[in-house]
């Protein structure tokens, strides 16, 4: 058999990892051949191709980023995208495709399984972790880890100056890395798309740390929205699959603080420093994990589906099941952070 490797969407730690457990194990244990399609579902279209085995899969375990590069190519927005990919899995003799990426890039995947009969199984990435069906994505303890370490950070040079700090993390519509970073780093306020925010509550709030001789941290999500208003975007142009570019409110909100309390008020927006960087341990192990199982599905031929963590088990669900919905912050999660605030 010979199996076809794509990343797609976001880069995120711990793609490699995958990589090279599926290829370890497919070559050692099945005798399966290997190709990497370059730049997710773009190589697929294209026929653009790297090979992949033991030798190129060798010391990527501690590598960020993904050694097939990754892109937000829509094949179903490019012309005779579906054919393109179904002569590419025949002209380099694929017998199967493991998809790598969120719910885009396994949204495809879905797609050309059910519609097409493309045999592929998919592996849930996102440093956002709000694909459900699985406990915890890969990349997300990363880009916790590295949020967290920036808040700590941050907390003395507010002290330093008695200046409000904005930190605006990543996560698009779920607001997971902000609530965990934002618990871990001892923020004052910490802000999630769920759940709409008040900006006079969010100034009594800072107001209420100075009062207390305490420079305030506000971690906000960059999809964070205010209670009387809309969304704030820098750049309200789509992606090839409808999405736009988050990021905006923090800097938005710090010129409300300011505003409204007196009080300098500066922003950091972490940004693509949270996708980058060698993955945590967790993330190894976890994407080891994935990769192992991914796998095992397609030597036993049990394509449309996807694996996913939940408990401590490695177990498989279908694809389109996995991608219908996001996992978002449940409300009691979120009240819990609140006895820290203000």
Not at 223 to 249: C, I, N, W, Y
Not at 266 to 278: E, K, M, S
Request: proline letters at 4%; charged letters at 25%; glycine letters at 12%.
């Amino acid at each position: 058999m010979k199996v076809g490797v794509l990343t797609g969407g976001g880069d995120c730690p711990g793609l490699n990892a995958v990589i090279r457990a599926a290829v370890r194990k497919g070559v050692q244990e099945y005798a399966y051949d290997f190709i990497g399609f370059k730049d997710g579902w773009r190589g697929a279209v294209e026929g653009d191709t790297v090979p992949l085995g033991i030798r190129e899969v060798r010391g990527i375990l501690p590598r960020g980023g993904t050694i097939l590069g990754s892109s937000r190519t829509n094949p179903f927005k490019v012309e005779h995208g579906v054919r393109r990919i179904k002569e590419s899995l025949t002209k380099y003799e694929v017998d199967a495709l493991i998809a790598i990426g969120g719910e885009d890039t396994l949204g495809v995947a879905a797609r050309l399984y059910e519609e097409y009969g493309i045999p592929c199984v998919g592996v849930p990435k996102t440093i956002d972790n709000d694909l459900s069906a699985t406990d915890y994505t890969f990349g997300f303890d990363t880009a916790v880890g590295i949020a967290t370490e920036a808040i700590d950070r941050l907390h003395t040079t507010a002290e330093s100056h008695m200046r409000v700090l904005v930190v605006e993390v990543m996560g698009r519509h779920a607001g997971w890395i902000a609530l965990h970073s934002g618990l871990a780093g001892g923020a004052n306020v910490i802000l999630i798309p769920e759940q709409r925010f008040d900006v006079d509550q969010v100034c009594a709030w800072v107001t209420s740390r100075f009062k207390a001789s305490y420079a305030p941290i506000v971690v906000i999500a960059e999809g964070a929205m205010p209670q009387d208003g809309e969304m704030v975007l820098k750049d309200a142009t789509k992606d090839s699959f409808g999405h736009v570019r988050l990021s905006g409110v923090g800097e938005w909100l710090a010129l409300e603080i300011e505003k409204r309390t007196g009080k300098e008020a500066r922003t950091t927006v972490l940004g693509h420093v949270q996708r980058g960087g060698t993955p945590s341990a967790f993330d190894r192990w976890l994407a080891t994990r994935f990769g192992l199982h991914a796998i095992d599905a397609v030597r036993e031929r049990d394509f449309g589906k996807m694996v996913a963590l939940q408990g401590t088990d490695i177990v498989r669900v279908p694809i389109a099941e996995a991608t219908a919905k996001l996992k978002t912050v449940d409300p009691a999660l979120y009240a819990e952070a609140g006895v820290f605030f203000g």
